[in-house]
């Protein structure tokens, strides 16, 4: 009889669920629910790692360590005490216990983390700390029901290591990729990122076509659980960098006319080992020319939250519009855009893909279908 199956949930920005999901069938794991906010899966130790080190899409990978019907703080701890804490945290550790509470009996977030503090000592028989650590303790009352779970990843999955110079309002590493991957790009045709900022569409699209393991330079929480097996995660991480292409199939462009972001994405494609590989130009989208045939053309624009719908930003829209429609007919186009007044400008009949928040701003992915593929 084979061994019983943990149950994982890999937690991403609502509207891209049913890309994190492709992305862990793909490393054959179990999906077992698409929700809002995320994916339950199920599988063994070796499923964890996996979806650390491969999503691309997820910002963290939890545990479900136990649900249960609470009503008063004494069965609380009563059941907090049962739930397997030795094998995630060592004694005399410290952990960071974040409570959500919603229309349940139990409101009080900071008496249901000190609750589930003192639980974990008795548990472990050593008192667990209060500094801010990177054990994370999720605990989630609605209705009277709670759900506790262990963060497996640390520092949010965003956090791939190469970001080292940014510019203004920068897109997080998982929406872009999220963006790509809903898109449908897998790195056999080009990609033009024409807006580039500090380079993550470009970084992203490369990691995809080189068939790079996000997570594969980077530490997580797991490896500080009492059992956490070095091996088992090397053996992964070397069987990911087997599966690498060493050069692209189709060529990445990034773009920019601001000096700064282009010494900014210079910086980090640099760190994350592709200044050989995606060509970085200073240049503005007007003067792009399609040099092949059909492949992607990305762009996240200004949006004009700090200087307001003006004049200028509405020209450049048309100008973007001009250039999707006319110099990249053929081409897939895709523009990261919060405002649909704004996105009417370009004149384009975009469709949109999905509605994503990025740094607390709302926006949509939209997509322009090449002429060719038109009805």
Request: hydrophobic share 45%.
């Amino acid at each position: 009889m084979g061994k019983s199956l943990e149950q994982y949930f890999a937690v991403t920005a609502p509207g891209f669920e049913g890309v994190c999901a492709a992305e862990l069938r793909a490393q054959a794991i179990e999906v077992q629910a698409i929700l809002r906010g995320g994916v339950a899966f199920a599988g063994q130790l070796r499923d964890l790692y996996l979806a650390n080190l491969h999503l691309r899409s997820a910002s963290r990978v939890l545990v479900r360590l136990g649900g249960m019907t609470v009503r008063d703080f004494p069965t609380l701890f009563k059941r907090l005490v049962r739930l397997p804490w030795g094998r995630f945290v060592r004694p005399g550790s410290a952990c960071d216990i974040r409570v959500t509470c919603h229309g349940s009996r139990l409101s009080h977030s900071g008496r249901i983390a000190e609750t589930c503090r003192e639980a974990i000592g008795k548990a472990l028989g050593d008192p667990v700390a209060r500094i801010a650590s990177e054990q994370k303790v999720f605990i989630r009352i609605v209705n009277d029901h709670c759900q506790v779970s262990m963060d497996s990843s640390g520092d949010l999955l965003h956090r791939r290591g190469y970001r080292v110079a940014s510019v203004a309002a920068p897109l997080r590493e998982t929406l872009a990729a999220a963006c790509l991957l809903t898109l449908g790009y897998d790195g056999s045709r080009p990609l033009i990122d024409a807006m580039t900022g500090s380079g993550t569409f470009a970084i992203e699209a490369a990691l995809i076509a080189l068939k790079r393991a996000p997570g594969a330079k980077r530490s997580f929480a797991f490896m500080r659980w009492p059992k956490f097996r070095p091996g088992l995660w090397q053996q992964l991480v070397q069987e990911a960098q087997r599966e690498e292409s060493a050069d692209l199939v189709s060529p990445i462009i990034a773009i920019d006319n601001n000096v700064k972001a282009i010494a900014a994405a210079e910086q980090n494609l640099e760190v994350a080992g592709l200044a050989d590989i995606v060509r970085l130009n200073y240049g503005s989208i007007q003067q792009l020319r399609a040099e092949q045939p059909t492949g992607l053309l990305i762009c996240n624009p200004p949006y004009g939250e700090r200087l307001g719908r003006t004049a200028a930003l509405q020209t450049l829209y048309r100008e973007i519009g001009r250039v999707y429609s006319n110099t990249f007919a053929a081409w897939q186009g895709a523009l990261v855009c919060p405002d649909a007044a704004l996105a009417r400008t370009t004149g384009i009949a975009f469709k949109p893909r999905v509605r994503f928040s990025n740094g607390g701003i709302s926006a949509a992915l939209l997509e322009k279908v090449p002429e060719t593929q038109k009805s």
